[in-house]
């Protein structure tokens, strides 16, 4: 039975949301992606919204392009720092690395570097992987849902709510999911874990986008031939083709079937 797997990364841990053809679905969380791939090694697609492919001296073209894409909420989205500069033990040594090839790294993204090291040391010791993991970002997964529309900030409950029934529109089993996951994972239990509902929702983009046909996705950069970098991991963000372009496509596939 196939089943896609979307992830974010929590406070201390990968959030995970499971979903199958046959509409079951579990969420589970993992100390590394080392342990989210030895339970979930068989699914169709594994979407996270980490960079796969790291660039030796420029910025990645899937990052500028997203950030154009966004337009304002564009800055959510964080250039990847160069692969050197992940490896440094601190961030003036990480900087002074990468400003070598034009850009800074920004405070935020230095942040999440043991996570980004985590998943390129996992790619290069796992390449059976590369095939399944796919890299996205969730402000780019909402655009789309919402038709090409900036969805509002995760900071305001209309921003939540938007986002709550554009994945329910995608799959409505995610408004169960949502209610479950909140239930379960911010609790005092779970504190350490994850704090934040935005985490639950990010991890549900990614996997109604893990969820979706080929067909039905869009890659940044666009094109059959995207860049890979020197350890041949393609450097390419996944998203969903929006609703309305699938529409039209479907619009225009029966009108010629019938002619």
Not at 99 to 107: H, L, M, R
Not at 140 to 160: K, Q, W
Request: aromatic share 8%.
């Amino acid at each position: 039975m196939a089943k896609y797997v979307g992830v974010d990364w929590a406070s201390k841990g990968w959030l995970g949301i499971v979903l199958r053809d046959d509409d079951s679905w579990e969420t589970d969380h993992f100390p590394t992606i080392w342990s989210l791939w030895k339970r979930h090694s068989d699914a169709t697609r594994i979407c996270i919204p980490l960079p796969i492919g790291l660039p030796a001296d420029s910025k990645r073209a899937c990052d500028v392009a997203a950030r154009e894409k966004l337009d304002q909420q564009g800055r959510s989205v964080l250039y990847a720092p160069i692969r050197d500069a992940i490896y440094r033990q601190n961030l003036t040594d990480a900087k002074q690395f990468n400003e070598a090839a034009g850009y800074s790294i920004q405070n935020q993204t230095w942040g999440i570097v043991p996570r980004i090291r985590e998943v390129d040391e996992f790619l290069d010791m796992n390449p059976g992987a590369r095939d399944r993991l796919f890299e996205t970002h969730p402000a780019l997964c909402f655009y789309a849902l919402n038709g090409h529309t900036a969805v509002p900030s995760m900071d305001t409950e209309r921003g939540i709510d938007r986002r709550k029934t554009l994945v329910a529109d995608e799959y409505p089993e995610a408004a169960t999911i949502y209610v479950k996951a909140c239930e379960l994972y911010l609790t005092p239990k779970y504190s350490s874990f994850l704090s934040d509902k935005g985490h639950i929702l990010d991890a549900l983009a990614a996997a109604v986008t893990a969820r979706r046909p080929t067909s039905e996705l869009s890659r940044l950069p666009e094109g059959d031939d995207p860049p890979q970098d020197e350890r041949g991991l393609t450097m390419q963000m996944v998203y969903p083709t929006d609703t309305d372009q699938t529409r039209l496509t479907g619009i225009n596939e029966t009108q010629t079937r019938s002619r």
